[in-house]
């Protein structure tokens, strides 16, 4: 069995260099990949990424990734960025 930190792992794996990884689909491919118990279906009905998993990704990417609340989709960093993790 994997361990939030695999998936947090792998997650990083499949962030490309210059374009959005959407929540909604590592979600799926998560629970396709390594189980439904890394997931949970928020009070709307989508599919989220348990917290462990997110906090273990945060730890691998402490500068280097921005979460764009906007789209729901992590990407890399830009010079133009603000600090922080999360952008509009």
């Known amino acids: 069995m994997a361990t939030a930190k695999e998936v947090a792992e792998w997650i990083l794996e499949q962030l490309p260099e210059s374009a959005l990884l959407y929540q909604a689909r590592v979600a799926r491919n998560i629970r396709q990949q390594f189980g439904e118990e890394f997931t949970y279906r ?3 009905g989508n599919w989220g990424i348990r917290k462990d998993v997110l906090d273990e990704f945060r730890k691998l990417t402490p ?8 789209t729901q ?16």
């Open 63 to 70: 500068t280097d990734v921005v979460w764009s609340r906007s």
């Open 73 to 88: 989709a992590w990407r890399r960093r830009r010079p133009n960025d603000p600090e922080g993790r999360m952008i509009r």
């Open 42 to 44: 928020n009070q709307h």
